[in-house]
């Protein structure tokens, strides 16, 4: 879409907003609210009808609703007075446990306001002025420009600090004639809704993708891929039947070479300590090296050689099987590169040095990062701090394995499927990317007037969304 530009612009004074069109007025934010109040939060609640309060868990990182379960505090009725949303109101979130999701916000719209809700003391309440389109604002806020503002003014050097009334209140924004409010906002509302489709197109080939991704491993670790060799039960019923020429399960310390520290987990307390590591040497592998993609190395630390040498018995070297006993769900799997070098694993990670007599480590890896493979390993997870797996109870382990050609054929087919579907994936995510670019690039073009909507709206009506009311 080709849209014209104003006819006359003049110089904002501002380096975000650029230049502006001629009769638009550059000020603060300050100017166009109204009500700029903090919220309440009050006490636990006794009773069915008592209040729910917002919090920023109800809100998304784009500015939507997401109420799910509300929370409910007893107020006193000052505060529900003082704090009882109104169509047109903005919430906007002024502290949080991720910078994502500071500074973003909600438009209270007529189903919000029917709730009786309240808000909480974690976000912040503006009510523009009657000449100021509250949609308008929403876009403004939520988009990278505003995001750039916040982030200045709170003096952040890692990502947005807590916001407050006054942050808010100081971010420099160009105000259009009220006609051109309801014509921008309403060009917006129907262009990033055609945008917003195309995203959630996207996003649904992404999720199946990630569906066909998991069946197909899913089905050739618990199937194989001839469709005509005979089958039995396996004695599972999640599990069904499986290859008959499979023969029985195999504990998973039966693959590993016949080396006594063939399937080990990294060193515990004083055997390696905070203070023995080091910035260059034998690195030292951690959970968060293991990706579903295969290891990534993004870990710093390393030990000496002399240490290394003493935790041998837990190295780790190229085409090792190394596993992660903590996570969400524990049991992550990865092949240990030919491009890393020799290393050790922590405490939190297990490492596999298979027979490869017995069994290929591709096919393994595969298995284990199946639903197959993680159903096996939540039997034996314990909930703590985090959910981990023993090193004992890992070892036991037992699973169909294919005959050794035929793990090797399975492992090839799923290198070369998954590649295929990754690859469509990535198109996707790079798809649901520009996307998201031209959504942002499209706010910020029409709400600091360097493209002119009017003439793209057409006659405009009031309405719900259009008239006198507070509803953008």
């Given at each position: 879409m080709r849209l014209p530009r104003y006819p006359e612009y003049k110089e904002s004074g501002v380096p975000w907003l650029g230049c502006v069109p001629n009769h638009w007025e550059v000020l603060r934010f300050k100017w166009l609210i109204e009500r700029n109040d903090g919220g309440v939060w009050g006490n636990d609640p006794d009773g069915a009808d008592d209040t729910i309060v917002f919090?920023?868990?109800?809100?998304?990182?784009?500015?939507?609703?997401?109420?799910?379960?509300?929370?409910?505090?007893?107020?006193?009725?000052?505060?529900?007075?003082?704090?009882?949303?109104?169509?047109?109101?903005?919430?906007?979130?002024k502290s949080s446990g991720s910078s994502l999701h500071i500074g973003k916000t909600t438009l209270?719209?007529?189903?919000?306001?029917?709730?009786?809700?309240?808000?909480?003391?974690?976000?912040?309440?503006?009510?523009?002025?009657?000449?100021?389109r509250p949609k308008l604002a929403w876009y403004i806020l939520n988009n990278g420009l505003a995001r750039v503002q916040l982030d200045l003014l709170s003096n952040s050097t890692t990502g947005l600090a807590n916001l407050n009334g006054t942050i808010i209140g100081e971010l420099l924004l160009a105000q259009p004639p009220h006609e051109e409010q309801i014509a921008i906002a309403t060009f917006l509302?129907?262009?990033?809704?055609?945008?917003?489709?195309?995203?959630?197109?996207?996003?649904?080939?992404?999720?199946?993708?990630?569906?066909?991704?998991?069946?197909?491993?899913?089905?050739?670790?618990?199937?194989?891929?001839?469709?005509?060799?005979?089958?039995?039960?396996?004695?599972?019923?999640?599990?069904?039947?499986?290859?008959?020429?499979?023969?029985?399960?195999?504990?998973?310390?039966?693959?590993?070479?016949?080396?006594?520290?063939?399937?080990?987990?990294?060193?515990?307390?004083?055997?390696?300590?905070?203070?023995?590591?080091?910035?260059?040497?034998?690195?030292?592998?951690y959970i968060r090296d293991i990706k579903e993609s295969g290891y990534i190395r993004v870990s710093e630390w390393c030990v000496t050689k002399e240490k290394a040498t003493q935790l041998e018995f837990c190295n780790v070297i190229q085409g090792?099987?190394?596993?992660?006993?903590?996570?969400?769900?524990?049991?992550?799997?990865?092949?240990?590169?030919?491009?890393?070098?020799?290393?050790?694993?922590?405490?939190?990670?297990?490492r596999l040095r298979l027979d490869s007599a017995k069994s290929h480590t591709g096919y393994i890896r595969w298995l284990l990062n199946s639903k197959y493979g993680q159903t096996a390993i939540d039997q034996?997870?314990?909930?703590?701090?985090?959910?981990?797996?023993?090193?004992?109870?890992?070892?036991?382990?037992?699973?169909?394995?294919?005959?050794?050609?035929?793990?090797?054929?399975?492992?090839?087919?799923?290198?070369?499927?998954?590649?295929?579907?990754?690859?469509?994936?990535?198109?996707a995510s790079r798809a649901v990317d520009l996307l998201k670019e031209r959504r942002s690039a499209l706010i910020a073009a029409a709400v600091t007037g360097k493209i002119d909507v009017r003439s793209s709206v057409g006659e405009l009506k009031d309405g719900p969304l259009l008239g006198a009311d507070r509803a953008i």
């Open positions: 919090r920023s868990t109800e809100q998304t990182v784009d500015g939507r609703w997401l109420i799910n379960e509300p929370a409910k505090r007893k107020l006193t009725e000052q505060d529900r007075r003082f704090a009882l949303l109104e169509v047109g109101d903005l919430l906007v979130t209270v719209d007529e189903y919000v306001a029917s709730l009786g809700a309240c808000y909480s003391n974690f976000m912040q309440r503006l009510r523009v002025i009657g000449e100021f509302d129907r262009e990033t809704g055609k945008i917003d489709a195309l995203i959630t197109e996207q996003e649904k080939l992404l999720a199946l993708l990630a569906e066909k991704r998991q069946a197909t491993i899913f089905h050739a670790v618990t199937k194989g891929l001839n469709p005509d060799v005979p089958m039995k039960d396996s004695g599972v019923a999640w599990l069904g039947e499986v290859p008959e020429h499979w023969g029985h399960s195999k504990k998973l310390l039966d693959l590993v070479t016949s080396h006594r520290h063939a399937f080990v987990n990294g060193p515990f307390g004083s055997d390696l300590l905070t203070s023995e590591l080091v910035s260059e040497g034998v690195p030292v592998v090792d099987l190394v596993v992660a006993k903590v996570g969400d769900p524990p049991g992550l799997a990865a092949i240990y590169p030919e491009s890393e070098p020799e290393g050790i694993v922590t405490q939190d990670v297990i034996i997870s314990v909930e703590s701090t985090r959910t981990r797996v023993g090193l004992g109870e890992y070892k036991q382990l037992r699973f169909f394995i294919p005959p050794l050609e035929e793990q090797r054929a399975i492992s090839s087919f799923l290198d070369n499927e998954m590649g295929r579907l990754n690859t469509l994936a990535a198109e």
